[in-house]
Structure formats: structure tokens, C-alpha cells
DNA sequence: CAGTCCTAACTGGTCTTACCAAATGAGGCA
DNA sequence: TGCCTCATTTGGTAAGACCAGTTAGGACTG
């Protein structure tokens, strides 16, 4: 069975985001060099782009490019509570503990060099950082340490789920680590520790042990979450 | 709010179709009289009739003319038994009368001067033939009386219905006429006097009537059904 | 006269080129 | 440093040509 140029532009745009290679937010290449790249003329393009925008795939908007849509936004926002309170919050940590886990996991087995080239760079940034900083800046730290991870597993659901948490839940992790940091001074040392653990257990591409340091640590802000 | 020229179209296809202008198994005009039309381009066009077609409303083919689709087609295959007993006949025949009914009222109250004519024709037809006929064209032509009726009630859902109705269920109708055809040696005298009543109801404009009329019909019919 | 076949005219599918309109980003300015 | 401007880039639309199936009508045959 040979497929026809649309089809073949729709699959390969369908498996890159399937694959994580075209994320949530992330750019499609324009109709004229998609045109070009699969030697088809810019109608045929901008009809198969328009079937994906039809089911939800993608946004497209005249004058920008267009952007591959997060599938789960419309999921969540119908069964999510209208006053997020701390006990669903605590729920959500609880599934959050096991798909961070699933993150690290997937990210050391099947992160690429380059990606874990990054990954090491920012996490030698963050660890230069680690005194005299804002919980701000530490919580956006935090928050694309995270994302890389989540990224790097090129796993859709997993990075669609991290996207939308982190959006939804950033200032909740920014109140739990200024609380902390009033309470103690200084962040725990667990944080950083689990964080070096994470680290170390992707870089050598360690998947079983990567995904327990990730829920462990996710755990234990759940327990700061808790007592905070 | 001004509407762009492919939201216009679009308006206009689907209002047509819901208007009961365009019915299921119709031609949609060619994709140029469109463009011409609407004074937009063939791309535009095209653009119009493949979100349409991935909705579900038209078919299209490459050479042939676009079709108005059938959307009650899958869903009823979805809810239909696969054995057609009896009993299931009956039940349908009871659900029948009612949408029969609707479909006389709304093309006494709707049905164009020229296709009252149309009916006025077939009607008289059907009248000079009576006598000496196969029951296998007699079915056939009660088919076309109804289905003109239910054409000119311009109800998308009462057309579908009806359309699905007869395909599914001309076999039947057809055995119930050889049944009662061979048990008394002719028609019985209600079926032809009840036509009657439904095409004069219908050709003086009274809707009320014209549903009593057709229901109380198949309720015959269903009779008739029930005890062969 | 009926039936069959074939062709011309449609229909949708694709490509090319050109231009318009909106968003973007780099460079210049305050 | 921050804001603003404008050329570039991107999607939106148009027009014309050609390809590829379908269809209907006319010619032909029995």
C-alpha cells in the first residue's frame, strides 16, 4: 500500500509529535518548506494542516507559525475544581509521584547524547546558583530542571501532563519553597540531594533507578506540602 | 460580525442541507459553479468541503460529484439488531407512525406549489395503474409516494429517517403486501383509501389532518403487519 | 429497437505563481 | 536599558493550468 503525499505528510507530522519530537508549544515547520521538503505543492499542505488543526492537533493563526496543541489542556481544565485546595493538591502530588517517576524513567532511556550534554549543564548552573537567590529564580530553576527531563523522555502524555502541572501549579511551588526556606532559613538539604540523585541516575542511564529517585523526591514534597 | 467568504459558504451548505434543500444522496454543485458563486477561489472551496467532508456531512470522490451524506446511517447501524424479528418490526412500525405523521404535517405546511404537483402526478399515477400490477411494483411505488411526501416536508431528520426506512425495510413491506394480497385476492380497500386521505389533507394545506391521516395509516399497516 | 461501447465533457486532485494580511524579530533610537 | 519601527516571515487567498477518474450521451452493433 502506498500512501499518497498528504498521508505521508500527516503521519510524519502525527509520529513526530507521538514521538515527542514536536512537543506541546512547539512550532511546525511552514507550509512552503513542508511543501518543499515533501516535494508537494502548498495547497496540499495547508490541507492536511488544516485536517490536524480540525482535530485538535494543532493551532494555526495567519501571519505566525502554526503550534502543535497540548491534547490534555481541554481533559483537564472540565475536571478540574474551580478552588484548588490543599487537599487536592495533595492528590494531585500523589499521581504527580508516579509520573515524574515514569518521566525519569523514560528520559534516561531514551534521552539523546546531546540532550543529556544540556541536561548536565543546567544542572552544574543550578548548582553554582544554589546561595543568595530568590525562591523565584529557584522555583523557575526547579521548574526547568524538571522540564528537561520531561522533554528528553519524548514520551507526548508525559511531557503534555508536565506542561500543563508545572503552568497550573508553579505558584503553589513557589509558596511551599518560600515557606519552607521562612521555616528553616535555608532549602532542605533533601531537595538538592535528590535532585544530584535524579541527576547521576540518568546520566548513566539508569532507568529503574532513575524513576524511584524522581518519586521519592516527589514524595517528599509532598510531605513539605503537607506540613507547610 | 462580518463572515468570510468560506464561513459563508460553509453556513450555506450546511443551512441548506438542514433546510432540507440539499438531502442526504444529493449532489453538492462543482467546486468551480461554487468558487463562481461565492466569488471565492477553488482553493477556498476545497477547503470548505474537506472540513465539511471530515465532519461527517459529505461524501467525495475524485470525478464524481460530492454527496450529501446520511448521518443517521452509522449511528442506526450501531443500534440495529442483527436478526430483525417481529417483534423488533413492530416496534419500529409503532415509532414510524409518529414520523410519518411529522413528515405529512411539515409537507403540508412546507411543500412547494411545484412539489405538489410532483405529488399531484405521481398520485394520479399510481391511481390509473391499480389494477393488474406486480406487488413488487406496487411496493415500489407506495415507496416513491412516501418518499416524495417526506422530500417535500424539507426535514433533514424526518428525510433521513425515511430514507434509511425504506432502504432497510422495502423487503418487508413487500412481503406484508404479498401476504395480504394473496390472502384476500386484492389490496385491501384501506391502504388506497388512506392515500387518499393523506394526498388531500396534504393538497389542501392541512397539516393537522394530514398527520391524523398518516399515522392512523401505518397504524393500519402495522396491523396488517402483525397479523400475517 | 435494445443493448453495448466509446468518447467528450464533466468532476475532483494537484501544482504553480502571485499577491495580500498579520505576526515576528532584529536593528535603531531615545 | 527599554521601546519602537520596519523588513522579513508566515499563513490566507486568488487564478490558471493540467492530471485523473466519472459520467452521460451518442454512435454503433446485434
Request: hydrophobic residues 35%; charged residues 25%.
Amino acid at each position: 500500500m502506498t500512501l499518497s503525499a498528504k498521508e505521508m505528510l500527516r503521519q510524519s507530522l502525527l509520529n513526530q509529535m507521538a514521538r515527542g519530537e514536536l512537543i506541546p508549544g512547539a512550532s511546525l515547520p511552514s507550509e512552503r518548506s513542508l511543501a518543499a521538503e515533501f516535494q508537494m505543492s502548498r495547497n496540499a499542505v495547508r490541507e492536511v494542516i488544516q485536517g490536524l488543526q480540525q482535530e485538535g492537533w494543532i493551532q494555526v493563526r495567519q501571519g505566525g507559525a502554526s503550534r502543535c496543541l497540548n491534547r490534555l489542556q481541554s481533559h483537564l481544565e472540565k475536571h478540574q475544581p474551580r478552588e484548588i485546595s490543599l487537599a487536592y493538591q495533595l492528590d494531585v502530588m500523589e499521581a504527580r509521584a508516579f509520573l515524574e517517576g515514569e518521566t525519569a524513567y523514560y528520559c534516561a532511556l531514551r534521552a539523546s547524547d546531546q540532550e543529556l550534554a544540556a541536561l548536565a549543564k543546567e544542572y552544574k548552573a543550578m548548582q553554582g546558583r544554589r546561595k543568595g537567590q530568590s525562591t523565584l529564580l529557584k522555583a523557575k530553576a526547579d521548574l526547568t530542571f524538571h522540564m528537561m527531563i520531561a522533554e528528553a523522555s519524548h514520551h507526548l502524555l508525559l511531557i503534555s501532563y508536565s506542561q500543563l502541572f508545572y503552568e497550573r501549579y508553579f505558584n503553589a511551588i513557589h509558596e511551599v519553597l518560600s515557606t519552607t526556606l521562612k521555616r528553616y532559613g535555608r532549602y532542605p538539604d533533601g531537595i538538592s540531594q535528590q535532585h544530584e540523585k535524579i541527576y547521576h541516575a540518568i546520566q548513566s542511564r539508569q532507568p529503574d533507578q532513575a524513576r524511584l529517585e524522581a518519586t521519592e523526591h516527589i514524595l517528599y514534597t509532598r510531605r513539605l506540602l503537607e506540613t507547610s
